[in-house]
C-alpha cells in the first residue's frame, strides 16, 4: 500500500530537515511532500537540499496562499496514495511512533487516527503556551457534548487518515480550525477514530510559533460558535426560537394588563416588541426546522456516497 506523508510548512527551516530525515528513517518506501505555505526564510531550499540528499521519494510541493488549511488541502488534491499521514513541521511530534499511528488505518480499523498529546499529560508538560491549552479543553468539551463522544485531542496535528477519508473529506476552511474539523466531520458522518497517545515536545529553542494567543483565541470563540449554528442548527436556531419567546412574554406582560384592566393598550411599544419578537420566534423556529432537515439530507447523501465509493473501489 503506498503511504504519503504530509508535512505543511511555513518558515520551518530550523526543523523541517530533521523532520524529513526522522521520517524517512522510520518509513524509507513511503512518499514525503513538504507543503512550502509561502515561507519567506530559507523552507524551501533547505526541503530540497534534504531531498537530495535523502534521495527519498515525494516532492516539494507549493501552496502560496496562507493557511495551513489550505495547504493541506493543495496535498490532499495533489497526492495518491492509499493512506496518508499528516504531522507539523515543527519536530514537536515523534517520528518513531509513526508505526503506531499508521496500524489502525492500515488494518482497516479506522479512518481517521490522532495521535493524543493530552491524555499523558506530555502537551501541558512541554507547553508554555497555557491559553492554547485552555483553546484545546474548550472546544473538545463543546465537541464532545455536541456529539456524546470522547475525543481526548481534538487539536493535534498528528494524524493518519485512509483514503476514502481523504476522498471525503471537504476542506472548507483556511487555517488552524483545519484539526477542528477534521474531527467535526468524521463525527459527524460516523467514521471510525482511534486516538493513541503520543509523546509531545515543544519546539526547540529558536523555533517560533505562529500561533497567536489573542486572535486564535478569538477565533475559538468564532468558531465555536459557527459549530454549535453549522452542525446543530435545530438546537442553535431553536434556542434562539425560545429565547425570543420568552422576551415576547416579558414585554407582552404590561399590555395585556392593560387590555385586561382597561380595555385600551396604553404601553403601545412594549405591544410592538412583544409582536416583533413572536414573528422573529416563529421566523426562528421554522429556519431551525428547514435546516435540520436540509442537514439529515446531507447526512444521507454521504452515505449514499460511501456506497458509490466503495463499489468503485
Known sequence: ???????PAYNEEQTIAQVMQEFHH????????IVDNNSSDRTYSIATETYQLLGCKGRLLSEPRQGKALAVR???????????????????YPADQVHEILAPVLNGEAD?????????????KENKRPLHDAGNRLIRWMI??????????????????????????????RGFEL?????????????????????????????????????????VLFLMFNIFRIYRPFSFFGTASLFCLILSLFAGVL???????????YHIPLALLASALVVLSVLFIAIALILDGMAIGHRMDFENQLVRYKDER
Do not use: W
Open 1 to 7: 500500500m503506498r503511504t504519503a506523508i504530509i508535512i
Open 144 to 173: 464532545n457534548r455536541l456529539y456524546d463522544a470522547q475525543l481526548k485531542d481534538i487539536l493535534s496535528g498528528y494524524r493518519a487518515f485512509s483514503r476514502r477519508f481523504v476522498d471525503t473529506f471537504p476542506i472548507l476552511c
Open 74 to 92: 493543495t496535498a490532499f488534491q495533489s497526492v495518491d496514495a492509499d493512506v496518508y499521514l499528516m504531522v507539523d513541521g515543527d519536530c514537536t
Open 112 to 124: 481517521m487516527v490522532v495521535g493524543d498529546r493530552l491524555s499523558d499529560g506530555h502537551y501541558s
Open 26 to 33: 522510520e518509513l524509507p518506501d513511503c512518499e514525503i511532500y
Open 179 to 219: 484539526e477542528t474539523n477534521l474531527a467535526l466531520h468524521a463525527l459527524d458522518k460516523r467514521l471510525k477514530i482511534i486516538e493513541i497517545p503520543v509523546v509531545y515536545k515543544d519546539r526547540p529553542e529558536g523555533s517560533v510559533s505562529k500561533l497567536n494567543t489573542i486572535q486564535d483565541g478569538a477565533r
Open 255 to 265: 399590555p395585556v394588563l392593560d387590555y385586561v384592566t382597561e380595555k385600551y393598550v
